[in-house]
């Protein structure tokens, strides 16, 4: 796992850092209704298997971890639409600083982490 975070490129880093994002708002603004993470679903199935068939080539393998991405950022995105709909969001920040600081340190902590993991397996 060291290595693995050692490693990471920088849009690897990046879509952790949505990763982390994502969480930090979800946890402080989750909504336990079944028709939400239901829809947000079925829009990942949809749209899920769209990115996976235009991004599909009669000479190209996938690794998993791909096609999972292709999956997840779809639902991702639509179950923090519906979360975050109506409660004041500028684009994906919330009203409130303190969410703001939660969100940010959660991106901030991902890379004080990778960067430790870089200088613990030193350069290639």
Not at 67 to 80: A, G, H
Not at 104 to 112: R, S
Request: with cysteine; hydrophobic share 50%.
């Amino acid at each position: 796992m060291i290595r693995y975070l050692a490693e990471l490129t920088l849009s690897r880093a990046v879509l952790w850092c949505y990763l982390a994002w994502y969480i930090a708002i979800i946890s402080l603004h989750f909504q336990p209704s079944p028709a939400l993470w239901i829809s947000s679903l079925g829009m990942s199935a949809i749209i899920g298997t769209a990115l996976v068939l235009s991004t599909s080539s009669t000479n190209t393998k996938r690794e998993g971890w791909a096609v999972f991405r292709l999956y997840l950022m779809p639902f991702c995105v639509s179950s923090y639409s519906a979360l975050t709909v109506g409660q004041g969001f500028h684009l994906i920040f919330p009203p409130r600083l303190s969410d703001n600081v939660i969100a940010f340190g959660a991106c901030a902590t991902f890379l004080i982490i990778h960067y430790s993991c870089r200088l613990i397996v030193g350069p290639k």
